[in-house]
C-alpha cells in the first residue's frame, strides 16, 4: 500500500522560505512522475510542479523561478524548495505520485494517483 506523508509547511512572512518534504512507503520516487499541488481556501486545486523520470521538471508559471522541486533518491524523498514566497502561495499543499509510468506528467496532475493528506503553508505579508 502507498502512503505519502508530508512535511515541513509552516507560517513565515512574505519573502521566506519553507522547504517541504514528502516521505513514501510502498513507492520509489525515482522510477515515475511525481508532483506537489495545493489547494487554497476556496478555491480548486492547482498543480503546482512535476518531476520526471529523467529529471527533467515542469511548473506553472506563479511559481517559476522561485519553486524548486527535486528528489533524494537514497533518501526517497521528494522536496519543493519555496522561495521567495507571496502572500497567494497560502495553500495546502500535497504531493501526488502516479502508479504507472506510462501515466501522463504534467503540471495539472492528471496522471496521478497516490495523493498525501498535505500540509499547511501560511504567508504573513
Known amino acids: 500500500q502507498v502512503q505519502l506523508v508530508e512535511s515541513g509547511g509552516g507560517s513565515v512572512q512574505a519573502g521566506g522560505t519553507l522547504r517541504l518534504s514528502c516521505a513514501a512507503s510502498?513507492?520509489?520516487?525515482?522510477?515515475?512522475?511525481v508532483g506537489w499541488f495545493r489547494q487554497a481556501p476556496g478555491k480548486e486545486r492547482e498543480g503546482v510542479a512535476v518531476?520526471?523520470?529523467?529529471?527533467?521538471?515542469n511548473y506553472v508559471d506563479s511559481v517559476k523561478g522561485r519553486f524548486t522541486i527535486s528528489r533524494d533518491n537514497v533518501k526517497n524523498i521528494l522536496y519543493l524548495q519555496m522561495n521567495s514566497l507571496k502572500p497567494e502561495d497560502n495553500a495546502m499543499y500535497y504531493c501526488?505520485?502516479?502508479?504507472?509510468?506510462?501515466?501522463?506528467?504534467?503540471?495539472?496532475?492528471?496522471?496521478?494517483?497516490?495523493w498525501g493528506k498535505g500540509t499547511l503553508v501560511t504567508i504573513s505579508s
Open positions: 510502498g513507492y520509489t520516487f525515482s522510477r515515475k512522475c
Open positions: 501526488a505520485a502516479a502508479a504507472s509510468i506510462a501515466a501522463p506528467c504534467g503540471v495539472s496532475l492528471s496522471g496521478m494517483d497516490y
Open positions: 518531476l520526471r523520470s529523467t529529471g527533467s521538471t
